[in-house]
């Protein structure tokens, strides 16, 4: 079973600060993306990581997928309120379905 | 477009009980897909659909069953809910593969008493 695990699980900052998301896993991937799910409605798509090594920057939102292609991060600068939500990571895998990760929680007080 | 929508937003099931979740879908897509999200579980796949006509199961498809009569709805079933179905419900569909970009109903939130 291709499992995806983030960490941290939970967060809470003040706005302004900056943090790091992490996905990892023991298999590799073909792709990688990345959601954002605010309370009540489904997930957004961010973002796609398809190379090893690859950086995407997305305003104050820098996402990495690692070289080996196991692994990802997900970097924002000066956190805003705005940023809060649940953030999750899915990756296609041998099945070509997608296996999200357990998410984590966002909170940016003001 | 609406994109992807989902009905009902809320319900309340007794133990025994059976009902059918619709979603729909105005972008042509190919792909669709019902999950369920828990606490701590992030999103876990219940039943899929490559295209009309077709279904096949996803990583948790017990006590639930699928139809894509048509292409753009997909309806998700429970013949005889338990406590343990108590979750939130999403759609999402994609154009192709199940690597393209998932695009998400608002989810229904399903309380089985």
């Known amino acids: 079973t291709q499992l995806l695990e983030q960490s941290p699980q939970f967060l809470s900052i003040q706005e302004g600060e900056n943090l790091t998301v992490y996905c990892n896993s023991s298999s590799v991937f073909s792709s990688l993306q990345w959601y954002r799910q605010e309370p009540g409605e489904g997930p957004v798509l961010l973002v796609t990581v398809v190379t090893g090594g690859e950086v995407k920057k997305l305003k104050r939102l820098t996402f990495q997928f690692g070289d080996a292609r196991k692994d990802s991060s997900l970097h924002i600068t000066a956190a805003q309120p705005g940023d809060t939500g649940l953030y999750l990571c899915?990756?296609?895998?041998?099945?070509?379905?997608?296996?999200f990760g357990t998410g984590t929680l966002l909170a940016v007080q003001p | 477009n609406a994109g992807v929508t989902q009905t009902p937003k809320f319900r309340v099931l007794k133990t025994g009980q059976s009902m059918t979740l619709l979603c729909a879908q105005d972008m042509n897509h190919e792909y669709m897909y019902w999950y369920r999200q828990d606490p701590g579980m992030g999103l876990r796949l219940i039943h899929y659909s490559v295209g009309e006509g077709t279904t096949a199961k996803g990583e948790v498809p017990d006590g639930y069953n699928v139809s894509r009569l048509k292409k753009q709805n997909f309806l998700l079933g429970l013949e005889s809910a338990a406590p343990s179905q108590t979750s939130v419900y999403f759609c999402a569909s994609s154009y192709v593969t199940s690597g393209d970009t998932q695009y998400f109903g608002p989810g229904t939130r399903l309380t089985v008493l």
């Open positions: 899915a990756a296609a895998g041998a099945t070509n379905k997608l296996i």
